[in-house]
């Protein structure tokens, strides 16, 4: 069952959501720490993508996790068909990487 | 993951302005999903953003712009493709449906090129009927306002279906009325005109004399400079106001106002010019007005055509209550004539009341002729849809859903009706010219006819209904056609053949059925106009040509006038080939004219009450009773003795003789015309009136002795032993040896001023014969298909009693027979329909019955022949079938 690569934005929210719900800023600012800035949401970006992804069912709309957590905001989980995608994305891309480092393109792992 | 405070609300409420309008970018939808958050998202990263410093902030900004403005677009895109991909489903429906039935048309050429050629042929029939209906019917008049516009009449109360024209004291008092904002007068009693002499030459024009409220009636102010002022209104102004026409073409568009005009030899200044296309509603064109008419206090003399414009609100039932109180007022005034009556009518009924009737007849006829069409149509869709019957039955087995096969058959008829309906509007156009052309004159408003809006909104709907008309029965009988049956191969046998031949005979049937109704019009109508022909009319019109001579009253006082009719005859008899040569005031069948109260002063009915008679007068010159041919039958004619101011003589026409002098010779007595005594002194024999053969009594003057008093042009008649155009050139030379500004003016047959009465007639005769014709060719050929259907479809019966001994005779006998027989009863049910419809015919025909046997007879015996015709070839066909081949199909 080969897919088509995921963009990027979808595939960095969905490893942000790997752990447990978040809300949107929660993302962006994950998502940056993680990639060391390399990846940035801008607003636009990240609802449009969210809202696509919760069409295409990668993700749901989830309550918050903390009882006291601030009511405006919206927090979103993975779904089990997200968590399939972004696991065979990883999959696909450790095969590149693979094939990366037999071309000697990245350092040998110490 | 942070958690952080939400934004102090006071600080961000300018940025998060802002950052609304950004998001305007994104679709409404989006916008009430997300829009909230993303600000939140915007202005906390903001906070963080200021705290690092201003170039922070302003990267951030710029950042945030960009991305909301590229992904808005993004958004909106994918929006847009989602909803037209939504919309095109639908679309998509119908466009494969058009698309489809276009192909399957395609197709079958020969079957398609015959619909649409016979569906173009009765929408574009119909729709040129149309547009005339519309025009003279439906279109209102050219007036601002038109209806408001009425038409006043006066009537004696002793002869109440008799309008005539309005007195002069009668329109005084009219236009005191409080129910009309204007009324004005024209002088239309007579053809007015006037010789405009100019450089080139003299020509006649159309000239009316009309009151100052004329151009206020019709709402036609003179585009350039100005209508009549009231005390214009006498006999001496010179005053005219030109049309646009004529400033046109004859005075050459230059500056005008202001120059003069000589119109019958008098001076005129052009004061106005009408605005363009301005017609008269009784005259129709006019080439100028002029304000010098005469409106007497003679409450007996009637001589005005009088229009009024309705006051805004006023019915013409409250304007009729008025006008009934002035009438009782006048009749105060002037007692003698108490009983001369006034009344109103709308006047769009006054210009087209008269052809109403004919025009609905006619819109009938053509309803008929399309309904023909679409049987004749439906006819052929059937058997088109029967030899596609196992395609259809096996995609309705594979799932294609009965429904969508319905809808394309329904398609397909809409797609021929829209197809036919576009081809007849063409068609429609040609027909329409030629119509024009045909019936020039016949009908009022008939020139103006043209394809308008609703005109062609009618050839759209007509189209549809048709298409959908002879669409349904094919859908309707496949959606209960049995399936297995058809695919069984059973299609063979003889039951289901029969029934499908039954719809199809049944349709050919009322095809024969409505052909022989429209015979039976057309044929009632030609009758008709046969025997008008046949009417005695009372004089011989052929070979005489008439023509008419205006003498100005400025050159030609009454001694002039006297002697010049006498001369010009007296010349214009010696010129060769003319036989005799005389002059009249008005010519006979050109209806009512100048009728006036005639009394005996001696003999047995002098001094009784009630003996007064409304006689025509006539002024006559020359020899006029020779040239109309025109017997004496007691007394004599008028002769040398009747010279200008001897004691004035009149002849009597025989019904005039006999309602004022019964049972004595006329001949010695003397009447009183309008109060003035003159001795009868000849009775001659009756003319008609009316192109229908009405009698009506005529007092003859002589010219001579009238011209005394009243300037009356006379019409030349000259008779001629050949054909009498050929004669004007040589008319024209004399007249001009005579006076070389004297115009001969409308040379034309007698036959022709006579024809013009019974051109309505004419005109509907020769439409009806064509739609008859056509609907005969429409129900011969819908004959001839379903016989050559039934012939092919019994191949195997045939070549059975073939086999079995059966004479060609008995077989062609045995087709024919089946052709009769359809044809028989459509014969018998549109004989029915005939009757019925016999008495909405009646109000047109003319000494002939609508349930005439002769023509019932008639009509069945020429559709029995046709479809004869129509059999025969099948007939033959079947003749021919080999026994052989056919048994071992």
Same mark, same amino acid.
């Given at each position: 069952?080969?897919?088509?690569?995921?963009?990027?934005?979808?595939?960095?929210?969905?490893?942000?959501?790997?752990?447990?719900?978040?809300?949107?800023?929660?993302?962006?600012?994950?998502?940056?720490?993680?990639?060391?800035?390399?990846?940035?949401?801008?607003?636009?970006?990240?609802? $449009?993508?969210?809202?696509?992804?919760?069409?295409?069912?990668?993700? $749901?709309?989830?309550?918050?996790?903390?009882?006291?957590?601030?009511?405006?905001?919206?927090?979103?989980?993975?779904?089990? $068909?997200?968590?399939?995608?972004?696991?065979?994305?990883?999959?696909?891309?450790?095969?590149?990487?693979?094939?990366?480092?037999?071309?000697?393109?990245?350092?040998?792992?110490? | 993951?942070?958690?952080?405070? @939400?934004?102090?609300?006071?600080?961000?409420?300018?940025?998060?302005?802002?950052?609304?309008?950004?998001?305007?970018?994104?679709?409404? @939808?989006? #916008?009430?999903?997300?829009?909230?958050?993303?600000?939140?998202?915007?202005?906390?990263?903001?906070?963080?953003?200021?705290?690092?410093?201003?170039?922070?902030?302003?990267?951030?900004?710029?950042?945030?712009?960009?991305?909301?403005?590229?992904?808005?677009?993004?958004?909106?895109?994918?929006?847009?493709?989602?909803?037209?991909?939504?919309?095109?489903?639908?679309?998509?429906?119908?466009?494969?449906?058009?698309?489809?039935?276009?192909?399957?048309?395609?197709?079958?050429?020969?079957?398609?090129?015959?619909?649409?050629?016979?569906?173009?042929?009765?929408?574009?029939?119909?729709?040129?009927?149309?547009?005339?209906?519309?025009?003279?019917?439906?279109?209102?008049?050219?007036?601002?306002?038109?209806?408001?516009?009425?038409?006043?009449?006066?009537?004696?109360?002793?002869?109440?279906?008799? !309008?005539?024209?309005?007195?002069?004291?009668?329109?005084?008092?009219?236009?005191? =009325?409080?129910?009309?904002?204007?009324?004005?007068?024209?002088?239309?009693?007579?053809?007015?005109?006037?010789?405009?002499?100019?450089?080139?030459?003299?020509?006649?024009?159309?000239?009316?004399?009309?009151?100052?409220?004329?151009?206020?009636?019709?709402?036609?102010?003179?585009? #350039?400079?100005?209508?009549?002022?009231?005390?214009?209104?006498?006999?001496?102004?010179?005053?005219?106001?030109?049309?646009?026409?004529?400033?046109?073409?004859?005075?050459?568009?230059?500056?005008?106002?202001?120059?003069?005009?000589?119109?019958?030899?008098?001076?005129?200044?052009?004061?106005?010019?009408?605005?363009? #296309?301005?017609?008269?509603?009784?005259?129709?064109?006019?080439?100028?007005?002029? @304000?010098?008419?005469?409106? !007497?206090?003679?409450?007996?003399?009637?001589?005005?055509?009088?229009?009024?414009?309705? &006051?805004?609100?006023?019915?013409?039932?409250?304007?009729?209550?008025?006008?009934?109180?002035?009438?009782?007022?006048?009749?105060?005034?002037? @007692?003698?004539?108490?009983?001369?009556?006034? #009344?109103?009518?709308?006047?769009?009924?006054?210009?087209?009341?008269?052809?109403?009737?004919?025009?609905?007849?006619?819109?009938?006829?053509?309803?008929?002729?399309?309904?023909?069409?679409?049987?004749?149509?439906?006819?052929?869709?059937?058997?088109?849809?029967?030899?596609?019957?196992?395609?259809?039955?096996?995609?309705?087995?594979?799932?294609?859903?009965?429904?969508?096969?319905?809808?394309?058959?329904?398609?397909?008829?809409?797609?021929?009706?829209?197809?036919?309906?576009?081809?007849?509007?063409?068609?429609?156009?040609?027909?329409?010219?030629?119509?024009?052309?045909?019936?020039?004159?016949?009908?009022?408003?008939?020139?103006?006819?043209?394809? !308008?809006?609703? /005109?062609?909104?009618?050839?759209?709907?007509?189209?549809?209904?048709?298409?959908?008309?002879?669409?349904?029965?094919?859908?309707?009988?496949?959606?209960?056609?049995?399936?297995?049956?058809?695919?069984?191969?059973?299609?063979?046998?003889?039951?289901?053949?029969?029934?499908?031949?039954?719809?199809?005979?049944?349709?050919?049937?009322?095809?024969?059925?409505?052909?022989?109704?429209?015979?039976?019009?057309?044929? *009632?109508?030609?009758?008709?106009?046969?025997?008008?022909?046949?009417?005695?009319?009372?004089?011989?019109?052929? &070979? /005489?040509?008439?023509?008419?001579?205006?003498?100005?009253?400025?050159?030609?006082?009454?001694?002039?006038?006297?002697?010049?009719?006498?001369?010009?005859?007296?010349?214009?008899?010696?010129?060769?080939?003319?036989?005799?040569?005389?002059?009249?005031?008005?010519?006979?069948?050109?209806?009512?004219?100048?009728?006036?109260?005639?009394?005996?002063?001696?003999?047995?009915?002098?001094?009784?009450?009630?003996?007064?008679?409304?006689?025509?007068? &006539?002024?006559?010159?020359?020899?006029?009773?020779?040239?109309?041919?025109?017997?004496?039958?007691?007394?004599?004619?008028?002769?040398?003795?009747?010279?200008?101011?001897?004691?004035?003589? +009149?002849?009597?026409?025989?019904?005039?003789?006999?309602?004022?002098?019964?049972?004595?010779?006329?001949?010695?007595?003397?009447?009183?015309?309008?109060?003035?005594?003159?001795?009868?002194?000849?009775?001659?024999?009756?003319?008609?009136?009316?192109?229908?053969? !009405?009698?009506?009594?005529?007092?003859?003057?002589?010219?001579?002795?009238?011209?005394?008093?009243?300037?009356?042009?006379?019409?030349?008649?000259?008779?001629?032993?050949?054909?009498?155009?050929?004669?004007?050139?040589?008319?024209?030379?004399?007249?001009?040896?005579?006076?070389?500004?004297?115009?001969?003016?409308?040379?034309?047959?007698?036959?022709?001023?006579?024809?013009?009465?019974?051109?309505?007639?004419?005109?509907?005769?020769?439409?009806?014969?064509?739609?008859?014709?056509?609907? =005969?060719?429409?129900?011969?050929?819908?004959?001839?298909? +379903?016989?050559?259907?039934?012939?092919?479809?019994?191949?195997?019966?045939?070549? *059975?009693?073939?086999?079995?001994?059966?004479?060609?005779?008995?077989?062609?006998?045995?087709?024919?027979?089946?052709?009769?027989?359809?044809?028989?009863?459509?014969?018998?049910?549109?004989?029915?329909?005939?009757?019925?419809?016999?008495?909405?015919?009646?109000?047109?025909?003319?000494?002939?019955?609508?349930?005439?046997?002769?023509?019932?007879?008639?009509?069945?015996?020429?559709?029995?022949?046709?479809?004869?015709?129509?059999?025969?070839?099948?007939?033959?066909?079947?003749?021919?079938?080999?026994?052989?081949?056919?048994?071992?199909?």
């Amino acid at each position: 069952m080969t897919t088509e690569p995921l963009k990027v934005p979808v595939l960095h929210i969905l490893l942000a959501l790997a752990e447990g719900e978040m809300h949107g800023l929660g993302m962006a600012d994950w998502v940056e720490q993680a990639t060391d800035g390399a990846v940035e949401l801008g607003p636009g970006t990240l609802y $449009r993508s969210l809202k696509e992804m919760a069409e295409e069912g990668l993700i $749901r709309e989830a309550p918050p996790p903390e009882p006291d957590a601030d009511p405006r905001r919206r927090y979103y989980a993975i779904t089990a $068909r997200g968590r399939r995608q972004v696991s065979a994305e990883a999959a696909r891309l450790e095969r590149l990487v693979e094939v990366a480092r037999a071309r000697h393109l990245l350092p040998e792992r110490a | 993951m942070t958690r952080s405070s @939400p934004p102090g609300r006071r600080e961000h409420i300018a940025e998060a302005r802002i950052f609304g309008w950004l998001l305007l970018a994104f679709p409404a @939808p989006f #916008r009430a999903a997300y829009g909230e958050e993303m600000t939140a998202f915007f202005l906390e990263r903001l906070d963080r953003a200021r705290q690092r410093g201003r170039l922070a902030t302003a990267r951030h900004w710029v950042r945030s712009a960009a991305d909301v403005v590229s992904t808005a677009a993004d958004e909106r895109r994918i929006t847009r493709r989602h909803s037209r991909a939504r919309q095109e489903g639908a679309m998509m429906g119908i466009m494969t449906d058009v698309r489809s039935a276009s192909r399957s048309l395609q197709r079958t050429p020969a079957f398609t090129a015959v619909a649409v050629l016979i569906l173009a042929l009765g929408i574009g029939g119909s729709t040129a009927v149309f547009s005339i209906v519309n025009q003279v019917l439906l279109r209102p008049l050219p007036y601002a306002e038109s209806g408001q516009l009425v038409r006043l009449y006066q009537y004696r109360a002793e002869a109440p279906e008799e !309008d005539t024209y309005v007195t002069g004291p009668a329109f005084t008092a009219y236009r005191t =009325m409080q129910s009309f904002d204007d009324v004005a007068a024209s002088y239309t009693y007579r053809e007015t005109g006037a010789d405009l002499t100019q450089d080139i030459g003299a020509t006649r024009i159309r000239q009316l004399q009309v009151s100052s409220s004329y151009f206020d009636v019709l709402r036609a102010a003179p585009v #350039r400079g100005r209508g009549f002022m009231p005390d214009e209104e006498r006999p001496d102004s010179r005053t005219a106001v030109v049309s646009q026409e004529l400033w046109q073409s004859r005075l050459g568009g230059a500056e005008v106002l202001g120059t003069t005009l000589t119109l019958n030899g008098e001076s005129y200044e052009v004061v106005g010019i009408a605005p363009a #296309r301005l017609q008269d509603p009784v005259v129709g064109a006019v080439d100028v007005w002029v @304000p010098h008419i005469s409106i !007497d206090d003679e409450p007996q003399n009637h001589a005005l055509t009088v229009l009024a414009r309705l &006051r805004p609100g006023v019915t013409m039932e409250a304007a009729a209550a008025e006008l009934e109180l002035v009438h009782a007022a006048l009749g105060e005034q002037f @007692p003698q004539a108490a009983d001369r009556l006034g #009344r109103m009518y709308s006047l769009h009924e006054d210009t087209v009341g008269g052809a109403s009737r004919t025009l609905l007849v006619l819109l009938g006829a053509v309803g008929l002729v399309l309904l023909l069409v679409c049987v004749n149509i439906a006819n052929l869709m059937l058997a088109r849809a029967m030899s596609r019957e196992r395609e259809f039955v096996m995609r309705a087995a594979l799932g294609s859903g009965s429904g969508r096969i319905v809808r394309q058959l329904l398609m397909e008829s809409l797609v021929l009706g829209l197809a036919g309906g576009g081809a007849g509007v063409l068609l429609g156009m040609l027909m329409l010219d030629a119509i024009k052309l045909l019936g020039a004159g016949s009908v009022p408003r008939l020139a103006d006819s043209a394809f !308008d809006v609703r /005109v062609l909104s009618f050839a759209l709907v007509a189209s549809i209904s048709s298409g959908l008309l002879f669409g349904l029965l094919p859908a309707l009988r496949f959606s209960r056609v049995n399936a297995a049956a058809v695919l069984r191969e059973e299609s063979r046998s003889a039951t289901s053949g029969r029934s499908r031949n039954r719809a199809r005979s049944i349709l050919v049937g009322a095809q024969i059925a409505l052909a022989f109704m429209l015979l039976v019009g057309a044929g *009632i109508v030609t009758l008709s106009l046969h025997r008008l022909g046949d009417v005695d009319l009372g004089i011989t019109e052929d &070979r /005489v040509l008439t023509f008419e001579v205006h003498l100005p009253a400025v050159r030609y006082d009454s001694l002039r006038r006297a002697s010049f009719h006498e001369e010009f005859a007296g010349r214009a008899s010696t010129l060769p080939g003319v036989d005799a040569a005389g002059a009249v005031s008005r010519l006979p069948v050109t209806g009512s004219y100048h009728a006036w109260g005639s009394q005996p002063a001696t003999g047995p009915l002098a001094g009784t009450q009630g003996s007064s008679i409304g006689a025509e007068q &006539r002024v006559i010159a020359g020899d006029y009773l020779e040239v109309m041919g025109i017997p004496l039958l007691s007394g004599r004619v008028f002769d040398a003795r009747e010279a200008a101011g001897t004691q004035r003589r +009149v002849l009597l026409s025989q019904s005039a003789a006999e309602s004022t002098f019964p049972g004595v010779d006329a001949v010695g007595h003397t009447l009183l015309v309008l109060g003035q005594p003159v001795e009868v002194i000849g009775v001659v024999a009756d003319v008609a009136l009316t192109a229908e053969g !009405d009698v009506a009594p005529v007092v003859y003057h002589a010219h001579s002795q009238f011209a005394g008093n009243r300037n009356w042009p006379l019409v030349q008649v000259v008779r001629t032993g050949g054909d009498p155009l050929a004669l004007i050139g040589a008319l024209r030379a004399e007249l001009a040896s005579l006076d070389t500004d004297l115009v001969l003016h409308r040379p034309e047959p007698l036959a022709d001023v006579v024809g013009r009465g019974i051109a309505q007639r004419r005109f509907m005769t020769w439409l009806m014969a064509g739609f008859a014709a056509l609907a =005969m060719l429409l129900a011969v050929l819908g004959l001839f298909g +379903v016989i050559t259907y039934v012939v092919r479809q019994r191949r195997r019966e045939i070549g *059975i009693r073939a086999a079995l001994g059966a004479r060609p005779a008995e077989i062609r006998g045995m087709v024919l027979g089946q052709g009769l027989r359809i044809a028989v009863v459509g014969i018998v049910i549109g004989g029915a329909g005939a009757l019925a419809l016999g008495r909405v015919l009646s109000a047109l025909v003319f000494e002939v019955s609508p349930a005439d046997p002769w023509i019932l007879a008639g009509a069945a015996l020429t559709m029995g022949l046709a479809a004869t015709a129509a059999a025969w070839l099948p007939a033959r066909e079947a003749t021919a079938v080999e026994p052989g081949t056919v048994l071992h199909e």
